[in-house]
């Protein structure tokens, strides 16, 4: 019924969409950078965070000098969001749409590809493309298991990471199994966010991808039936968990960023993100305390890669277009990948540069590093989030 | 026994009216007299326990021998009557005069309250809001309501001066009628020579505070 | 006379009949989807949000009417309007935040208790997402109840309904009721009838609230408005069309509890002629500590306040610590710098109050008495509507009208509850301005318009302040139709607010919480001090 619902919506949003005008690809790129100055791109970015704020604000003035277009960061909380936003505006007819460019991945990249509410393809044909790591770094091109397909440009690396202050955290559990028994050790003491928060539905997929023998399956689309084999393993890990968590597991913090702050006020004792220098940012902000370690489960956790996308009304593609690709600049990605400034890993192969270049993206080791890396694992197929998100809420929403 | 012993008002520092002492008898009815402002309905609230803030009052109110100033207006046994009625527009007549009723027994509540309406000719308005009233029968319930809490003295503040002029004297009669079967002193104040009960005695307010007696 | 009736009527419907219906006739239709109701009933959450919806709503409610009447009681003859103008400036958002902070099991309290008690570690209380949302209704209960009072005190402070109960009171007491008993048999059952609207809003609030149930309700399950709130904001089309059934939901509940309440009302009146018919009563001495309780408020109020700013200026407070290791400046440096929607909040609160009094006040004077009625009804049911049905009706409005995004959209947006409620604040003391001034001035001067300029409404100077107040209140205060209508183009204050509420970054969050009391803090203060007589004015 949702699939078939989403299908009618599909085909009627397609009865709207504009005729594609083929600047894109075609063009040559100075023509795109002069047909770019002067316009406005409105960035709608997540801005829960004040490093990352910073970082774009730095960028947007980059842009300003560099190539006269004005960037404006459209603060939002939630990118879905941004997706209902131009659903509506595509539908209601509105050509100048109020998004230029969105900080996107994931389900959110799945529904507006699937709802044909993206511009391009765009992004193989940016000069800095070249650049991008797709060998080492697959999920540059494929998005949740998704294929990209060149409808959005690569920004940043991202690896489901644990922190936890040194000194109450002797020794870290690398494992949703350790962590259960850690949790049992320390009864009240550890928390993850409720999910949809994308973080608490990434450690219900961690769980997932530890609980089976196989993970190979979450890499294709799933369906009810699929997922009944492997429910029962996965609720049962989860059960045992939440025996031991935050208010026994029956309420849940709203977001990472309060589970983060919970864990640097001592009400918690571990910590999860999706930036592996997160915690080392932290510990340069003042937040957590120098003893803060970080790691990564011995079989390794979810990563990924998050992208920025051009809505298929949006204003100014030109330089929505210009700004995707400095974005993937050696320069504003060695500064993103800066501790001191973001901390976010970069989506280059950073082999492949200049040394001079190269060097920019050493970081020395900080306080808060990853000290316990593990491999990074694929995402499961997207099909799966809603699978999972609604037998969660089933098992324990209800308190 | 109403005694007023050297009350007086100050306003601002400066008296309003100069003390005096004054003695109202059981059943007689004293009126006060005064122009608008010289303070005698402030006087009035002063004797009934609940005069403004921006006001002091001075000297003793005693009745029956006890002494009122240290009691608050709901025990010192005042009635009072004003130029409005002030019958509680939310309730019906009859729980306008039950309001006032003393804690008895049902029966005897209802049958006080039955015989308060025979007393004024007004049978049968128990179950009648207060607005469907003409002005001299709502006047007449006011008095009743007042009467009917049993009070030791009763306090007038030119209660007549809003009624027209044919039903003014009826009203009086009405009034001070009531008052003397009740046997309790009454103080009156108002600036209508016509509202002075016959023989009755009379002090006015002169414009420097100070009581004469007329 | 005509054209004097059509101006008079214009800028208000203009400004929110008009809108406000095409906003409902666009959003209803699409709300109307059977598979979205379907699928949001049977949500695994849904029966648990519903009842926790209505337990929270009429608890908060209901004892915020009970501490506003004992309030207004314990006052007697002192004017509360004031005091509790003071509190109707700290918007909902500010005070939960401000509350969270200080009951929190790292909150200043528990910091407190912990040099005492030995803790090293932050308790583990269930002070906030407790799962019956008691921290929810103790938010509604410290936030409604000044409103009320409030609410009680502009009814109290008008001019005929003084007279007439400073007479009533008088004789009662005469007649041997103590201060108690007159206020529940004299002063209660006539303020209560006049109260209908704010009690309606204030009911219709407490179901409906977002903001407040975010930072402090429970999760698992959340009230209805959080969960239908989450839904629409899903980028899955199906889960937004759930939200939208969600909505609709919440408002039919809304509708029906009222009209519940009122049709519970007349099955008390024999109770009622129990209570206005029983004797003379005087006072218990206890209820003399109910004096207490208005300044109890200031405390707490001065509280959050206080945790408030203690938060903003906080580098970093590890747990046991009562103070911050360090103080900065950062987070207030910030406010400054990005002054930008600071200034949108300003001018659009200024804009929205200027032209609601205007609208209301051409209504209120020209045109026919018998539509005040229709305009208080539609006000009343505009403020009873969840703010997630209106703005996501104008929302689909400005879509339709292309204009979402731009500063016309965003005044629309902001002047539509602003408008019912500077109507509602104003049409009493409007209305009962004592009409025989008019016949005084038809003597001194002919000129309709020079009365109106130099007797009536300088007369009424006080209440089209406060109304002007409170629409610059309620203007800065708006979240969830102003997040919709900008389109990310503009950002105000609580928008600002709520992004930043998700980073975690509490200085900030602390920083933005007073910085959006400011304003309407300050708008207040100007009414107060403005809308005293001049020989009051030192």
Known sequence: MLNRRRLLLTTAASLFLPVQTGTAQAADWPAIEAAAKGQTVYFNAWAGSDPINAYIKWAADEMKSRYGVTVEHVKITDTAEVVKRV????????????????????????????????????????????????????????????????LEAPWGMAQLTFFADGAKVAEPPRSIAALTRFAAANPGRVAYPAPPDFHGTTFIKQVLIES???????????????????????????????????????????????????????????????????????????????????????????????????????????????????????????????IKVWGDPTVLAVSRLAADQQASFANAAAPGSVSLPGPALLEPHASWVPLLEDAWLKRYGKG | MLSLRHIGLVLNGKPLVRPFSLDVAPGEVVTLMGASGSGKSSLLAFIAGDLPPAMTGQGDVVLNRTRLNPLPPERRGLGRLFQDDYLFPHMTVGENLLFAVADLPRAERLQRMEQALTDCGLEGFAPRP????????????????????????????????????????????????????????????????????????????????????? | MTATRLVAVLPLTLLFLLPLVAALVLVLPGLLDATAFASMIAHPQFAGALWLTVFTGLLGTG?????????????????LSRGSGLFLAVPHLSLAIGLAFLIMPTGVIAR????????????????????????????????????????????LNRDDMRRALDGQVAVARSLGHGPMSI??????????????????????????????????????????????????????????ARGGAGVLILSGLVLLLIFLVGAALPLLAPLRHRLLASPPRQDAKLFRLLIILWPAWFCIYGAVMLVMALQSIAAQWPFPDLLPQHATAAAWLRLVQDSGPFLTTFVLALATAMSSVAAAVAWLEW????????????????????????????????????ITGTAPALFLAHVLPVAAYVFLVLAGPYRSFDPRWNAVAAGLTAQPLRFLLRIKWPMLKAPILAAAATGFAVSVAQFVPAQLAAAGRFSTLPMEAVTLSAGGNRPLIATHGLGLMLLPLVAFLLAGWFGQPRWRMR
């Open chain 2, 130 to 214: 207060p607005h469907s009233l003409s002005g001299g029968q709502r006047s007449r319930v006011a008095l009743m309501r007042a009467l009917l809490a049993e009070p030791a003295a009763i306090l007038l503040d030119e209660p007549f001066s809003k009624l027209d002029r044919p039903l003014r004297a009826s009203m009086r009669s009405f009034t001070f009628e009531h008052i003397r079967n009740r046997g309790i002193p009454a103080l009156l104040v108002s600036h209508d020579p016509e509202d002075v009960p016959p023989g009755g005695r009379v002090l006015e307010i002169l414009e420097d505070g100070s009581l004469k007696n007329a």
């Open chain 1, 87 to 150: 659903r509506d505006e595509v539908a209601a007819g509105k050509q100048d749409g109020s998004v230029d460019l969105v900080w996107i991945n994931g389900e959110n990249f799945r529904t507006m590809k699937s709802e044909k509410l993206l511009f391009g393809p765009f992004s193989e044909a940016l000069p800095n493309y070249a650049l991008v790591d797709t060998e080492g770094k697959p999920t540059t091109r494929q998005d949740f298991s998704e294929s990209v397909d060149g």
């Open chain 1, 212 to 338: 089976a023998i196989s993970p190979a399956a979450f890499s294709k689309p799933a369906d009810r039936m699929l997922f009944s084999s492997y429910q029962p393993v996965w609720e049962a890990m989860l059960d045992a968990l939440h025996k031991s968590l935050w208010r026994e597991g029956r309420q849940f913090p709203k977001s990472q960023a309060e589970v983060t702050q919970m864990v640097a006020d001592g009400e918690l004792l571990i910590g999860l993100t999706f930036n592996p220098n997160e915690p080392a940012n932290l510990v340069a902000a003042g937040t957590m305390p120098a003893g803060t370690i970080a790691w990564q489960h011995e079989k390794g956790t979810i990563g990924n890669t998050h992208f920025v996308a051009i809505p298929v009304n949006a204003r100014s593609k030109e330089a929505a277009q210009v700004f995707a690709n400095f974005l993937m600049s050696p320069e504003a990605q060695a500064r993103k990948n800066d």
């Open chain 3, 112 to 155: 407190l208790l912990a040099p005492l008690l030995g803790w090293t570690s932050p308790p583990q209380w269930v002070t906030t997402q407790d799962p019956w949302g008691f921290t929810l209704i103790a938010a509604l209960v410290l936030k409604e109840t000044p409103f009320l009072v409030w609410a009680f005190a502009a009814l």
């Open chain 3, 183 to 240: 206020f529940l048999r004299v002063i209660l059952p006539q303020l209560l009838p006049r109260m209908a609207g704010p009690l309606i809003a204030v009911l219709a609030y407490s179901l409906t609230v977002v903001d407040m149930a975010v930072v402090v309700g429970p999760g698992q399950p959340p009230t209805l408005a959080q969960l239908a709130w989450t839904d629409l904001n899903d980028g899955d089309a199906a889960t937004a």
């Open chain 3, 63 to 79: 004892l915020a009417v009970l501490t506003s009447l004992a309030i207004v009681h314990a006052a007697g003859s002192r004017d």
């Open chain 3, 367 to 402: 045109a026919p008495r018998r539509a005040d009625r229709i305009a208080a009804l539609v006000a009343v049911f505009a403020l009873c509507l969840p703010s997630l049905l209106v703005g996501l009706g104008q929302y689909r409005l400005f879509l339709a009208l292309g």
